[in-house]
């Protein structure tokens, strides 16, 4: 059985998908874009593996998978808690603040002017090892040409949990912190077994509810086959402050941003090109 479980956003599973256009074209689905995993060796090259099977388990291990449908960000809009009707909602991508870069905000705006926003980080598996071999094994598998040197590597890949976690958690601490101050909320999205090892890992004994007024929301993803397909499906949603992801990690960090410096950065990109988009089918 393959261990890729999706390339180019096609199930490995259907043997009726065109993978081999896929190969040629290296287009992401969920980003309109050229996929932006590359062999270090040939840049040229995309890896187009968006999750991989592990043990029984479809594991996510592209963030760019997470965007489908942009379900993700209609689940966020709740907490959105100042949007009213008529404001355009935009998302923009890559925003600096102290602790580093928050994934995307979603912003509310009247007039090109800054009403209410999120954060939202997002966060798929972390691998060790290479997925290439088993990438290539697949498509000598579907017919498709590979080079056979690919074929006869024995390199595994494993999943870095731990460390994955750890390192999420404690950005999630350093940035949470200035949402907290400038009574905004911060949302990481993640996958339900990246989710179900956190709770076993760090101390999350204290934090089964969601609660509006929290600064920091989690939303956990299942992904499983319907029609063909794997999807994703809202499991589970949990929320704290910056003092209860400190208390699961043992932290204490202070990064705050004023609100108005933040409005700026986020004003001066409200441009068409970051107009959230919901398409739908007919």
């Known amino acids: 059985m393959s261990k890729i479980s999706e390339f180019f956003g096609l199930n490995c599973k259907d043997k ?3 993978f081999k256009s896929a190969m040629e074209r290296q287009l992401c ?3 309109g874009k050229i996929c932006t995993k590359m062999r270090k060796s040939n840049p040229e090259t995309k890896i187009g593996t968006c999750s991989v099977k592990y043990q029984t388990q479809d594991i996510i291990i592209c963030p760019f998978r997470l965007l489908e449908h942009n379900q993700i960000f209609m689940d966020c809009l709740h907490v959105l808690t100042l949007h009213e009707p008529g404001n355009e909602l935009y998302l923009i991508p890559e925003v600096q603040i102290p602790g580093g870069n928050v994934d995307y905000f979603l912003v509310s705006a009247k007039n090109k002017k800054v009403k209410d926003f999120i954060g939202i980080e997002l966060q798929t598996m972390d691998t060790t090892g290479t997925v290439w071999p088993e990438r290539q094994r697949f498509l000598d598998e579907c017919g498709l040409e590979v080079d ?9 890949f494993g999943m870095n949990w731990k460390m994955t976690l750890k390192t999420i958690l404690i950005q999630m601490h350093h940035k949470s912190e200035t949402f907290e101050h ?3 909320h911060l949302v990481l999205i993640i996958q339900k077994p990246l989710y179900e090892h ?8 204290e934090i089964n509810s969601v609660r509006l007024g929290d600064p920091v929301h989690i939303h956990s993803y299942d992904f499983t086959e319907h029609d063909k397909r794997l999807s994703l499906t809202l499991d ?3 929320s704290t402050d910056s003092e209860g992801i400190a208390k699961c990690l043992g932290l204490n960090a202070e990064s705050k941003m004023e609100l108005q410096e933040l409005v700026r950065i986020l004003e001066a990109k409200l441009t068409d090109a970051n107009r959230l988009n919901v398409t739908f089918n007919a």
Not at 148 to 156: E, M, T
């Open 182 to 184: 400038l009574n905004k």
């Open 198 to 205: 956190m709770r076993s890992e760090f101390n999350f004994g």
């Open 29 to 31: 689905p969920y980003t």
């Open 16 to 18: 009726t998908n065109d």
């Open 148 to 156: 056979p040197s690919d074929l006869k590597s024995k390199k595994p």
């Open 236 to 238: 589970t949603r949990i």
